[in-house]
Structure formats: structure tokens, C-alpha cells
Nanobody, 112 residues
Framework: QVQLVESGGGLAQVGASLRLSCVASRTIDNMGWYRQTPEKQRELVARITLNGSTDYADSVKGRFTISRDNAKNTIYLQMNNLEVDDTAVYYC?????????WGRGTQVTVSS
């Protein structure tokens, strides 16, 4: 079993920044962030491996940065230059022993 707890969402204006955090209950290799709106399926935002390799959705490249603190079993998503289209519920994701785990999600709302 893996528990994931997100924090850091909220309301921001266009161009502002927010940072999300996700604490895992154990050390996991691949972790990442997904987001979902009522109009769209859940989509990958960014992911990171234990050794720091990263992957980003094209829509966030150059604006978002994923990082991790392995000592704290925590990943972060630094979101800069936010856009209205970034509005979504953001979910922390991990896969451990072939089972996918999700956090409860944190709402990010970007207003113009």
C-alpha cells in the first residue's frame, strides 16, 4: 500500500506561480503529476524517476518543473507563468509493484 498526500493548490492569477507537494508513504521510483478537468480526461503533466530523470507534457514545458527530495519521499511541481488552461485538479501518481496509486487531488484555479 502507498499513500500519497498532495498540498499546495489554490487560486492564482495568470502569470503567477504555485508549488505543489506530494508526500509518499514510502520510497518509490516513478512518481508524477496528472491533472483533470470536467471536460478532459486525466493527463500527464510531469513525472520523475528516483535518479531525477524527468518528462513533461508539451503544454507545460518551460513553465513547470518537477523535482523530488528522496530523503522526504516528496515530489514537487513548481508551476510558473500560470495560464487559465492550467486550471484543473492535480493528482499525484505513483506506481509500486505494478499497482497505480493516486492522491486525492488538489485544485488549482487560474483566473485572468
Amino acid at each position: 500500500q502507498v499513500q500519497l498526500v498532495e498540498s499546495g493548490g489554490g487560486l492564482a492569477q495568470v502569470g503567477a506561480s504555485l508549488r505543489l507537494s506530494c508526500v509518499a508513504s514510502r520510497t518509490i521510483d516513478n512518481m508524477g503529476w496528472y491533472r483533470q478537468t470536467p471536460e478532459k480526461q486525466r493527463e500527464l503533466v510531469a513525472r520523475i524517476t528516483l535518479n531525477g530523470s524527468t518528462d513533461y507534457a508539451d503544454s507545460v514545458k518551460g513553465r513547470f518543473t518537477i523535482s523530488r527530495d528522496n530523503a522526504k519521499n516528496t515530489i514537487y511541481l513548481q508551476m510558473n507563468n500560470l495560464e487559465v488552461d492550467d486550471t484543473a485538479v492535480y493528482y499525484c501518481h505513483s506506481q509500486y509493484q505494478w499497482v497505480a496509486y493516486w492522491g486525492r487531488g488538489t485544485q488549482v484555479t487560474v483566473s485572468s
